[in-house]
Each structure stands twice: as C-alpha cells, then as structure tokens.
C-alpha cells in the first residue's frame, strides 16, 4: 500500500483553467503538507494542516486554497492558472510531534500551456 | 531566519568512489538536521536524520554528523553504486515548528 498518495502525478492544463491535486495518507499521521518544487529542484513550503487546521501558511498566492476534509486527507486547488505555478507539488505528512520525519508522496508535475 | 546551503552539483563519480556533500545551515537554538533522497520521478526519502549537537545519523552506508560548531551536516559514504545516483536534499526543523527548510538539492551521478 502506497504510504502518501497524490493523484493526479501529471496535470497539463491551460492558463487561466482551475485544478485541483488530491493527496491521501494511510499512515495515521495527524499532519499534512504541501510542497512546490520548481524547475530547478529548489523546494519550499507551501502549507501545512495539523488534525484539519491550517498551522503553516506561507507566502503563497491566494489563488492557492489548501482543503483538508480529514486528517487523511489534503487536498490543493489552484484558481487561475498562471504559467509561474508549472513546477512539481509534493504532497507530505508526519506524525506532528517535534522532529518527526516527513513522508512525501510521489509528486504531481504541473504543466501550464 | 533559517537556511540551509549544501555544495552545488552536479557531482559525478566512479563507482566505489568517496561521496562528501557538503551542508551547512543557519538557525536559531538546536534544529534537527536530515538528509532526504529523490531518486529520478519519485518523491522524498527520509534517508538519515540527527536531532542534537554530535549526533551521528546513517542508513544504507551514508553518514552524518551533527557539527554545532561549525552548523554543518555534511553526507558521506565510503563507497558509492551506481544507484545512488539521485538529488540529495539537506533540510532543518526549527524546534517547535513542523516546517522543513531544504537546501537547494545536489545531484549525484555515479558511472559504472
């Protein structure tokens, strides 16, 4: 069973279109994340829920909204798609006690045309 | 605030060679320091983790040491294979935060 599951791994849309990225986790952690990888494999923070809560939120544009409908569960929507937000989304979670590690899913490549 | 700077690559070895990656990083109190691994269209592996001052991590033959002194955590192996070929990634949490901050990644190449 797939620890960290993120659906779609590809996505090619169109600028200005709205998608979505689910990610789903069986390993009981109470914490979820979402990362952005850009083309030149740098990663940063985006999000992250602590039992449904919005606990981190970084500077991301609002056009981002994160939902997480349980514990098991973060999803990311993404309202007018702009050619910068192309970039690989890792989605994460861990057990939300101090230095636990995260586990990441295998990623969703986001193509803007 | 926090940050994390490790060696640019790409780096690329023979087979059986000695592997360092360096990794440095700035914070404030003790952050815990971990190694992640990408293999090519995967995701993050936790491959090693230290939590305090002179702890030593390791898995799979890499190691690492915890280097208050000098904020380092750099990664080593005596002998790399061609598969470890992959971006290693060197990251801190801040205590009391759950945030990860990960230096830019290095990619490895290792030729048979």
């Known amino acids: 069973d797939t620890a960290v599951s993120q659906t779609p791994k590809y996505l090619v849309t169109q600028m200005g279109n709205d998608k979505s990225i689910k990610c789903e986790q069986n390993l009981g952690h109470d914490t979820m994340y979402w990362y952005k990888q850009d083309s030149k494999k740098f990663l940063k923070i985006m999000f992250s829920?602590?039992?449904?809560?919005?606990?981190i939120n970084e500077t991301v544009p609002n056009r981002f909204s994160p939902k997480s409908p349980d514990k098991a569960h973060l999803n990311l929507h993404i309202n007018s798609l702009e050619l910068g937000d192309s970039a690989v989304y890792f989605c994460?979670?861990?057990?939300?006690?101090?230095?636990?590690?995260?586990?990441f899913g295998d990623g969703t490549r986001l193509s803007i045309l | 605030g926090n940050s994390v700077t490790q060696m640019e690559g790409p780096v690329t070895l023979s087979e059986e060679a000695f592997l360092t990656i360096n990794c440095t990083y700035t914070a404030t109190g003790y952050p815990s320091l971990f190694w992640y691994v990408q293999y090519p269209g995967e995701g993050l592996q936790l491959l090693l983790k230290a939590t305090k001052a002179d702890d030593k991590g390791s898995n799979k033959g890499f190691e690492a040491t915890y280097r208050k002194e000098t904020t380092s955590f750099h990664l080593e192996k005596g002998s790399v294979q061609v598969s470890d070929s992959a971006v290693y990634f060197c990251a801190l949490m801040q205590g009391g935060s759950e945030k990860l901050v990960f230096g830019k990644g290095t990619k490895l190449t290792v030729n048979p």
């Open positions: 829920y602590n039992n449904k809560e919005l606990i």
């Open positions: 994460a979670s861990s057990q939300g006690r101090r230095n636990q590690p995260q586990h």
